[in-house]
């Protein structure tokens, strides 16, 4: 399961081939340069959530959460507790992926992501 469309579990993966994001590779870059180019907590979430979500400013909220396989999640959490120590060395490393980030489950592939819990409310 190297390639985007074997990464979802339904048929949102053209927002992230539209991204440049094809394999798990260019996902793990993305997720990196997510967290580079951010400095607060709050602005990595909006923009994991952006990745998956193409008409994010048109979304008034979303009901549940995207889900992740084990492997993606843990993945994100690692980048989360780095960037904590960095940019927010007095808070609980990870809080804020493990609070509002994605759900995992073990019954996805490691990396496959999964949009269909999510019910999305139209502003």
Known sequence: MNNVVAMFKNNSQNHLTHQGIK????????????????????SVIVKLYKMLFPDWEKIQRIEGFPEVGQTLWDYICNLFIEFDREHHPGCFKGGAWINRGFSSSYKLEPWEINLEDCKVIYS
């Open 23 to 42: 394999s798990i590779r260019d996902l793990q870059i993305h997720l990196q340069e997510i967290f580079e180019k951010s400095d607060h907590q709050d």
